[in-house]
């Protein structure tokens, strides 16, 4: 279970969905808060079913856009309880053990109007008992370090923030990768600061003891993205091979199995042929790799890079790096979204209709975590203690 939380800053943009659509393909998130979506209620709906959520909420407003919006899958158990221009409050798992409130907060942009929001953060502490998580962007910081570049925060606007955290009974969660997660240029410095972050209550923290909070890369808006995930559980999952039916599409996807295929391997006829299944899979990995990988590798680079300018640049130097590199990985961006888009269309071309509406929503479908709940011998019998199972695996 993770939450994806991210000022987008609109999403009319299609870079800004693409990005979106990326990173919760890449961390598979649960629940995807955000803010400052500026679209309608039509466009949110293509959103939830390009994100492959099953269930949205929108904090309606006055005018026909919308600010905040939280999506979240259909095995997840999240109730909406209360909304305002300011938040999206839920319970997680409701009148259930272990039940918990999260609640997705878009703080004040005008400091004039800023004691607003922390009132309804004061209301939200009043009326919950439970755990409590809030995360997102708070459009403030609490200490001078969390800023750097332009004129200096005045102590009583971050001392309102600080009391505010400290009533609610929240403590930070830190976070992983660099400290910042807004920047803005201008014409000779930039400015940073950490306006997003994640907070909890201590109950809430002694549930999830090992949480941890990335902050992600998203070159589409001025804000990084939070991901926060209790528990520790790892970003990264070993993925096992499979075999992409675009390759098909490609000259080398038949040279390298035909390559594999002709090499003599001594063995049984029916371990020769999996022993090759084995070598073809090996080989086409390479091969995807080097055929498909380029654009990715290219990014990925540009993104470590990226990060490191950020650093420099947050101690006083050239942002012109900075800028560059923003500008590269925008532009990998969109030649990777038109390539994907290029193959998908050859593929809808040369199949049609002929039933991959059903196989694509059967491969869209995120790999969930698979759990062995237990044994069976052959003839139905159970291996359900330890002792029998050992007894059944020796057997064998």
Not at 6 to 13: I, Y
Not at 54 to 61: D, E, G, L, S
Not at 67 to 80: G, R, S
Not at 223 to 239: F, T, V
């Amino acid at each position: 279970m993770s939450i994806l939380c991210w000022n987008c800053r609109g999403l009319r943009n299609q870079q800004t969905e693409n990005q979106l659509a990326k990173m919760v393909r890449a961390k598979d998130p649960s629940v995807v808060f955000l803010a400052e979506t500026w679209t309608d209620k039509a466009r949110l709906v293509f959103v939830k079913e390009r994100l492959k959520m099953k269930n949205k909420f929108v904090a309606p407003r006055r005018n026909k856009t919308s600010c905040l919006v939280i999506f979240w899958k259909e095995y997840f158990d999240l109730t909406i309880e209360t909304f305002s221009k300011y938040h999206i409050d839920s319970t997680i798992n409701k009148n259930k053990e272990g039940e918990w409130h999260f609640t997705g907060f878009y703080g004040e942009p005008d400091t004039q109007k800023r004691h607003e929001a922390w009132g309804r953060l004061r209301s939200l502490k009043e009326i919950g008992k439970a755990p409590w998580l809030c995360a997102s962007d708070f459009n403030d910081v609490t200490k001078q370090s969390e800023k750097i570049g332009g004129k200096a925060r005045p102590h009583g606007k971050m001392q309102g923030f600080r009391d505010i955290l400290n009533e609610c009974g929240f403590m930070d969660l830190g976070f992983m990768a660099p400290m910042f997660t807004w920047h803005k240029h201008f014409e000779t410095y930039t400015v940073w600061e950490r306006l997003d972050q994640a907070v909890a209550t201590n109950d809430w923290f002694l549930m999830f003891l090992d949480t941890k909070v990335y902050h992600l890369d998203a070159t589409a808006s001025d804000h990084k993205a939070l991901l926060i995930r209790p528990e520790g559980m790892e970003c990264n999952q070993q993925k096992p091979f499979k075999f992409e039916q675009m390759w098909m599409a490609e000259q080398g996807c038949g040279a390298t199995i035909e390559a594999v295929w002709k090499r003599d391997i001594e063995a049984t006829t029916c371990n020769r042929v999996i022993k090759k299944i084995q070598n073809c899979g090996e080989a086409l990995a390479k091969w995807s790799k080097t055929s498909f990988g380029s654009v990715r590798r290219e990014l990925k680079d540009k993104r470590k890079l990226l990060t490191k300018a950020e650093l420099v640049a947050s101690r006083g130097g050239d942002v012109t790096h900075v800028r560059r590199l923003e500008q590269e990985i925008n532009l990998l961006l969109n030649r990777e979204a038109q390539m994907w888009s290029q193959r998908s269309k050859i593929q809808w071309l040369r199949d049609r209709d002929r039933n991959t509406r059903f196989f694509h929503s059967k491969a869209s479908e995120r790999r969930r975590g698979k759990m062995v709940h237990g044994l069976e011998e052959y003839g139905g019998h159970g291996g359900g203690f330890l002792s029998r199972i050992i007894f059944l695996l020796k057997s064998e």
